[in-house]
C-alpha cells in the first residue's frame, strides 16, 4: 500500500492538505481551512479571525478571548474526520500550549508548535515519550520550531538562573533599588509571579493580572495587587518589585524619574551580552519558554522522522546541522520570525 503524503506549505502560517482535507496551523488569515487548529495564544500563533473548525485548549481559548479580545466560543480538542485524526498534547512553552499529533492511514505528522522540555515551576515540560506511544513509535514529519536552532544559543539551567535573579533581586533591595522584571505577558510573567513570591511589595501591570488570573485557575500562583491598586490609594511601598511586559514603557519612564530602579529581561537572547544593552535594561536573564540549541537536537534524536521541517528562528543553520548529522532536514524561510515581531507580539 502506498503512504499517505502530507503536502505541507508555509504561508503565513503552516497549512496542510492531507487525505483531501485542509489543515490551518497557526496562520494568521483564515483561507478555506476544514480545520484551524491553534498551537497557543500568543499573538504571532492568532488568526485574525478565527472561523470554522477551531482545534486548541480551553486554556488557549480562554486566553485569546482575553488578550487578543476575541469571541471565540466553540472549541475542538480531538478530531476524527475522514480517517483523518488531530491530537493535542501539551507542549510545555506556556499555559494551554499544544503540540498536533496528525494521523492519517499510516502517515504521521507531529507539529510541535512553540515548546519546552524543561520543567520551569509549575509548568511542566513537553512529553515526547508519550506523544510517540500515540504514534505507535513513528512520525514521518516533524515540524518544528527553531527559535534558538543555533548552538550559541545554549541556555544555563533553569535553577541556576532563577537562584542568579533573585540574588540580584536581593542585592538592588539591599541597596534600596525597586527592580522592574520584564517579560512577556503570557507565559514569562508568571513565571516571574512565582520566582517574586518570596519577596515583599510585588505589584504587576493589569494585564500581567488578568493572564495570572486565568493561570490560578489551574496553578498555584499568588495573587499581587496590581500598580493602579496601590498608586491610586498611595500604598506604593518603596523599594517594590514590578512585574510588567515589555510595552509598559509608559510605567517604566514614570518610575525610573520618580525611584531608583533596576530593571531586567528575560529571554533566551539573553545569552548574548549585548542584549541588555539593546533592550536598555541593567541586567538580562537567559529563562526562555523555548528548548536551546541543544535541546532542539535531542528532540530530532529522540523523534527520529523521516523529515525534518523547520520553522521560526535560525532554521538553516539547525537545518544544515542536522542534516550533517545524518537526518533529513529542511526549512521555510517565510517562517523567519525577527526578534522585535518575536519581543513584542509575545
Ligand atoms: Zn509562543
Redesign the pocket.
Known sequence: MVKALAKVTWEKGLRILLGGQKIGIDVRDVRDEDFLLIS?A?AD?IPKSCKGFVVCSNATKHLINISARRKLRENLSYVFSRGLEICMFPSG??FG?ASFLIKYGDFSLLYTG?FCDKRRFFMDPIDVDEILKYADGRIDQLVMESTYGDPYFTFPDFETTVNWCKDWIEDNLGKGYSTILIGNKI?KSQILTKLAEEFENVILSPEVERINNIYATKFNLQRFPTINEVCSVGKLKVPFILICPPTSKRWMRIFSRKYKVKKAIFSGFAVDKSFKILQDVDEAFPIS?HPDFHSLVNFVSKVNPELTILVHGSSKRLASHLNEMGFNATFFEDGQRGLNEFLES?
Open positions: 497557543h500568543h500563533h512553552h506556556i500550549s512553540d507565559g519558554d509575545t
